[in-house]
């Protein structure tokens, strides 16, 4: 072995990886329980490497004594962050094997399984994927270097999130990867009023990063000859009537003209309405009803009611309209939920455990806090609005994700791992949108650096919460960040999200021009 560890230390190993296969087992009692653990356990003897050495000895020392779901949650998520955290003061690559081995056996506990899904397997797998991701965050908590910045003090990227902090956000984290490695640092606070700052690699909102994750999506169907991209959208989702001139490339690109279903602001500066949003004069109303479920087609609906922005091609506007169109065309061509074909073709290529497309209010652990402010009878009010449900969004900026699964999405994307290089060219091909130094290609957003470089990006913001994602045009350098702030119907904080992305742009690209992030553009 290339790493020392106690007979104790092997039996929390095995306690803690086969407690993760047991706590499946027991979220799967709706189901074949027996099954579910004898498929993680399988995928745990089998590992190989130091690490699949102890869990191989795995009978004699396993004292799983719970008797509920709950109990067993009890000890054995614990186990798995004191597991994580005794393997990266030895060795990292080693905290990183044993995460791998743990996830992949998770996976097959819930892969393998035969008959209906069950939501509850999925919520015990995210509480794992929390608890072996703590032991980072307990590491940056308490001060020290975290593994991935070890050696590389950078201080100008340091001072860079301190004073985006001081311009009014509470907390932001972000990662850096470059020629010099990869730097991860934060600042500010996790909660209002709290001392903790941000975890380092905690899951956020990221808002209208979703966007890229769906174009490529599209993109991959159509590689797979299930989508053509200059088919008329309509012939794929007759249902809606929407103008034959309409192709799938542009509800990709922004030049369908449709209506914003999240509302639009008019040449002359008045809004059309849509759908109750946090900002502008429905603040209040989406607040109160922020755990609202909305079915993407109605949003559609909505949207197709009102007149178009222009005629198809001759023009360019974010609409949120053009993605929920791109959902309801993979779900029908492919016969699978949204989910279901990101969980195939992207997360699970990519082991993006902390990403998902949510169902529901929650958002997995650890994270940072959002806020609402609003006013009510005169008086200010301060919420906390990270339990909500991003259906009145839907697939224009629904998504979770954290700054590392983002690095590695990107980086992987124009890398050339999850698109043939033709659509990746014409994905990353600009569009013009009036904004200068700013085009758009299919899902990504195409800047020019002050130097006159390129930066393909897409940032999101999602009520309190806001998430940045830029890479160079080959991947080799990458920028993500998580923020966590005050957020409220004027918008407040636009201002100061702005400068930021900009400030962050200079330290680590030498200039450029953030692109916008709000959903509701």
């Known amino acids: 072995m290339s790493i020392t560890l106690s007979d104790q230390d092997k039996s929390t190993l095995r306690t803690a990886a086969y407690g993760a296969v047991s706590l499946m087992a027991a979220a799967d009692a709706i189901g074949k329980p027996h099954k579910t653990a004898m498929n993680g356990s399988v995928a745990l003897a089998s590992a190989t490497g130091p690490i699949g050495h102890v869990l191989a000895a ?91 910045a070890a050696g590389k003090d950078r201080p100008e990227l340091q001072k860079a999130i301190e004073e985006i902090v001081d311009s009014g956000f509470v907390g932001v984290t972000m990662r850096v990867n470059d020629e010099r490695g990869e730097w991860v640092g934060s600042a500010g606070a996790a909660e209002l009023g709290g001392t903790a700052k941000p975890p380092i690699n905690g899951h956020v909102r990221i808002g209208s990063n979703t966007k890229t994750f769906t174009a490529t999506l599209v993109l991959q169907l159509v590689a797979e000859g299930k989508i053509g991209l200059d088919t008329p959208a309509g012939a794929y989702l007759p249902e809606f009537g929407l103008d034959e001139r309409i192709t799938v490339r542009m509800l990709l690109q922004h030049t369908s003209g449709v209506f914003n279903f999240s509302g639009e602001v008019n040449a002359d500066g008045t809004i059309a309405p849509g759908i109750p949003i946090p900002y502008s004069t429905t603040g209040k109303e989406w607040m109160d009803n922020r755990f609202k479920t909305y079915l993407p087609q109605e949003l559609v609906e909505l949207a197709l009611s009102k007149p178009p922005r222009f005629e198809p091609g001759t023009g360019w506007s974010y609409s949120n309209t053009n993605y929920v169109l791109a959902r309801l065309l993979i779900e029908k ?31 997995p652990g650890p994270h940072a806090h959002a806020y609402y402010r609003y006013e009510n009878a005169g008086e200010h009010k301060t919420i906390d609005i990270t339990r909500q449900n991003p259906s009145w969004i839907s697939s224009g900026g629904d998504m979770i994700s954290t700054t590392q699964d983002l690095h590695t999405f990107i980086s992987a994307l124009l890398g050339g791992k999850l698109l043939p290089a033709p659509l990746l060219a014409e994905m990353c091909a600009p569009h013009p949108t009036g904004i200068p130094n700013m085009a758009y290609g299919l899902g990504v957003f195409v800047l020019t650096t002050d130097g006159g470089g390129t930066l393909i990006s897409h940032n999101g913001a999602a009520v309190g919460h806001a998430a940045l994602m830029y890479g160079t045009p080959d991947g080799s350098k990458t920028l993500t960040a998580a923020l966590n702030c005050v957020d409220d119907a004027d918008l407040s904080i636009a201002a100061a999200f702005q400068n930021a992305q900009q400030r962050l742009l200079n330290e680590v690209f030498g200039g450029g021009q953030a692109d916008p992030a709000q959903p509701t553009n």
């Open 58 to 148: 795995k009978s004699k020392d396993i004292d799983l004594k719970s008797r509920s779901a709950a109990e067993l949650a009890d000890q054995v998520l614990p186990a798995l962050t004191v597991a994580m955290s005794l393997l990266e003061k030895q060795d990292p690559v080693e905290a990183d094997n044993f995460r791998g081995i743990v996830l992949i056996a998770i996976d097959a506990a819930t892969q393998l399984r035969q008959g209906a899904p069950n939501p509850a397997l999925a919520e015990m797998a995210r509480k794992i994927t929390a608890a072996l991701d703590a032991a980072g965050v307990t590491t940056a908590d308490s001060g020290a270097a975290p593994a991935a």
């Open 333 to 363: 061509v492919t016969g699978h939920s949204l989910a279901e074909e990101m969980r195939r073709l992207i997360l699970g290529p990519l082991g993006l455990s902390g990403t998902m497309v949510p169902d529901g209010p929650e958002i």
